[in-house]
């Protein structure tokens, strides 16, 4: 790629420009009724931490594998404006709307180069692939829940992705081969995120991983036969290292109020006040799921160095009430990796539970190598039985 990538995003992080007021309440409530739901809120299906009982799970049905990005998920809702022009939005898990202001963006149907697709909706995640030229953002799709007004949810996960692909990708593809002048003003480039069978383990860690161009921070195994489901979904499997296995909490500063020592009293600073330059108490917060001021409770100290609490107030960012994504070291203490802004809310009570179950039941690479095996006999063994039904009808 030789040219300046002039439509390309600035962010993956505000990819476009954020909808609001009623616009903001029209467009989910737009998506609420092409689902045929009646919640309004994020529709995506959120997945599960992987534990040892999953080991069990993947030789029990069909499932695929992929890898998990260290990009931003995103749904990808393809509409008409109000003068019948081709819209884009990305819904991030906030359940903001982001229009995508570059008009390039462009899916052609499959046999009218200039029409487009309304009323479709497709899962993915927006991440910066690296190349030799630079940075480049791309869209992996993962799942598609309606194409063209027609429902694919209550179909298999094999079945969704075909119909994605032969309606949506491949005129998309084509078009960008016949016209590549095209590619500079794309705001981002849409590609299907590659599936191997679940027992595919080798082919994930050496092959599929190492090759990647964007950064990775685990897998992900979905069952093919179960239906899209909006929320947590106990059948898409969040599997990563064990030592990369959070949790998004909300973080509480609590400051201590001290008395004035002598040197503050020559200042003329008599009365008790708080030290906001100490380490703090930082209480980590997880969601009960209520409402009002009883929605949260404390879960665990945050444990901070002298060290880490001067970078963090170096910052000049506002703390106190954001959500941060924690690890525990090897002594059990809960340990600051990042800021999570993507992110309005902690953790459910529930999911928390399910990562500490992943903790404490660590699975390693090494057991999921161990388990395909049995996980490949198991599925060829449910192959050869559906053949036979079918030979026998």
């Given at each position: 790629?030789?040219?300046?990538?002039?439509?390309?995003?600035?962010?993956?992080?505000?990819?476009?420009?954020?909808?609001?007021?009623?616009?903001?309440?029209?467009?989910?409530?737009?998506?609420?009724?092409?689902?045929?739901?009646?919640q309004?809120?994020?529709p995506?299906?959120?997945?599960v931490?992987?534990?040892?009982?999953?080991?069990?799970?993947?030789?029990?049905?069909?499932?695929?594998?992929?890898?998990?990005?260290?990009?931003?998920?995103?749904?990808?809702y393809?509409?008409?404006?109000?003068?019948?022009?081709?819209?884009?939005?990305?819904?991030?898990?906030?359940?903001?709307?982001?229009?995508?202001?570059?008009?390039?963006?462009?899916?052609?149907?499959?046999?009218?180069?200039?029409?487009?697709?309304?009323?479709?909706?497709?899962?993915?995640?927006?991440?910066?692939?690296?190349?030799?030229?630079?940075?480049?953002?791309?869209?992996?799709?993962?799942?598609?829940?309606?194409?063209?007004?027609?429902?694919?949810?209550?179909?298999?996960?094999?079945?969704?992705?075909?119909?994605?692909?032969?309606?949506?990708?491949?005129?998309?593809?084509?078009?960008?081969?016949?016209?590549?002048?095209?590619?500079?003003?794309?705001?981002?480039?849409?590609?299907?995120?590659?599936?191997?069978?679940?027992?595919?383990?080798?082919?994930?860690?050496?092959?599929?991983?190492p090759?990647l161009?964007?950064?990775?921070?685990?897998?992900?195994?979905?069952?093919?036969?179960?239906?899209?489901?909006?929320?947590?979904?106990?059948?898409?499997?969040k599997?990563?290292?064990?030592?990369?296995?959070?949790?998004?909490?909300?973080?509480?500063?609590?400051?201590?109020?001290?008395?004035?020592?002598?040197?503050?009293?020559?200042?003329?600073?008599t009365?008790?006040?708080?030290?906001?330059?100490?380490?703090?108490?930082?209480?980590?917060?997880?969601?009960?799921?209520?409402?009002?001021?009883?929605?949260?409770e404390?879960?665990?100290?945050?444990?901070?160095?002298?060290?880490?609490?001067?970078?963090?107030?170096?910052?000049?960012?506002?703390?106190?009430?954001?959500?941060?994504?924690?690890?525990?070291?090897d002594?059990?203490?809960?340990?600051?990796?990042?800021?999570?802004?993507?992110?309005?809310?902690?953790?459910?009570?529930?999911?928390?539970?399910?990562?500490?179950?992943?903790i404490?039941?660590?699975?390693?690479?090494?057991?999921?190598?161990?388990?395909?095996?049995?996980?490949?006999?198991?599925?060829?063994?449910?192959?050869?039985?559906?053949?036979?039904?079918?030979?026998?009808?």
């Open positions: 790629m030789d040219y300046p990538l002039d439509g390309q995003l600035a962010s993956i992080d505000e990819p476009g420009v954020k909808a609001s007021g009623s616009l903001l309440y029209s467009m989910r409530k737009e998506v609420a009724d092409l689902l045929g739901r009646h309004t809120g994020f995506g299906a959120q997945p931490s992987f534990a040892r009982q999953h080991l069990v799970e993947l030789q029990k049905q069909d499932y695929y594998v992929c890898e998990k990005s260290d990009g931003i998920r995103y749904l990808l393809s509409t008409c404006d109000e003068e019948n022009n081709e819209a884009h939005y990305l819904i991030d898990r906030k359940n903001d709307y982001w229009f995508i202001k570059n008009r390039s963006l462009h899916f052609p149907l499959e046999n009218n180069v200039q029409a487009f697709h309304t009323e479709t909706l497709v899962d993915g995640e927006l991440v910066w692939d690296s190349l030799p030229e630079g940075k480049e953002p791309r869209f992996l799709v993962f799942d598609c829940l309606v194409m063209d007004g027609n429902k694919l949810m209550d179909r298999t996960l094999d079945k969704r992705l075909a119909y994605f692909k032969e309606r949506l990708y491949h005129p998309y593809k084509k078009l960008l081969k016949e016209f590549p002048d095209e590619s500079r003003f794309q705001p981002f480039f849409v590609e299907m995120k590659p599936f191997q069978l679940a027992y595919g383990i080798e082919m994930m860690f050496k092959h599929v991983l090759n161009k964007h950064g990775n921070d685990g897998l992900i195994f979905t069952c093919r036969n179960t239906p899209y489901k909006h929320g947590t979904d106990p059948h898409i499997l599997w990563k290292p064990p030592e990369e296995n959070t949790i998004d909490f909300r973080m509480k500063l609590i400051f201590p109020l001290v008395e004035a020592d002598e040197w503050e009293r020559q200042e003329g600073i009365e008790p006040f708080i030290d906001y330059d100490s380490v703090p108490k930082s209480e980590l917060l997880i969601y009960k799921g209520d409402s009002g001021p009883d929605k949260y404390v879960f665990a100290d945050l444990f901070l160095t002298e060290d880490e609490w001067e970078i963090l107030k170096e910052l000049g960012d506002p703390l106190n009430d954001r959500i941060v994504e924690c690890n525990q070291d002594q059990g203490r809960w340990r600051l990796l990042r800021f999570r802004d993507d992110k309005n809310e902690a953790n459910h009570k529930t999911t928390v539970v399910s990562v500490l179950e992943s404490r039941d660590r699975v390693s690479d090494k057991d999921l190598y161990k388990s395909a095996g049995p996980i490949r006999d198991s599925w060829k063994a449910r192959q050869a039985r559906a053949d036979q039904e079918r030979r026998g009808r």
